[in-house]
């Protein structure tokens, strides 16, 4: 997962044949501020989410997919500038 600031954009790759995903942003653990995308399958693996909507600060990303019966997660902390 990589965030890009000059494009307000986090980009990652997903296996070609995940079942379903979604990134969710958060803003902190005591914050109920979250914002979740459901992302689809294309016939790419590079997918890229728009960071335009969150509020300048730190955020963590949540990257959750599934791929037949297993689940996998990748997080990252993000500073929104």
């Known amino acids: 997962m990589t965030y890009q600031p000059n494009s307000q ?8 044949y995940f079942t ?3 990134i ?3 803003k ?3 914050s109920l501020e979250n914002f979740s995308f459901k992302i689809v399958p294309t016939s790419k693996p ?6 335009e909507i969150l509020e300048k ?3 963590l990303a949540q990257l959750i997919w599934s791929q037949g019966k297993s689940q996998f997660c ?3 902390v993000i500073d929104i500038n």
Request: aromatic share 10%; glycine share 4%; proline share 3%.
């Open 20 to 22: 379903k995903a979604e």
């Open 24 to 26: 969710v942003f958060s």
């Open 9 to 16: 954009q986090v980009t990652f790759v997903l296996p070609m």
């Open 74 to 76: 990748s997080e990252q």
């Open 57 to 59: 600060g730190q955020w």
């Open 28 to 30: 902190s653990s005591k």
């Open 46 to 51: 590079v997918h890229a989410i728009s960071t």
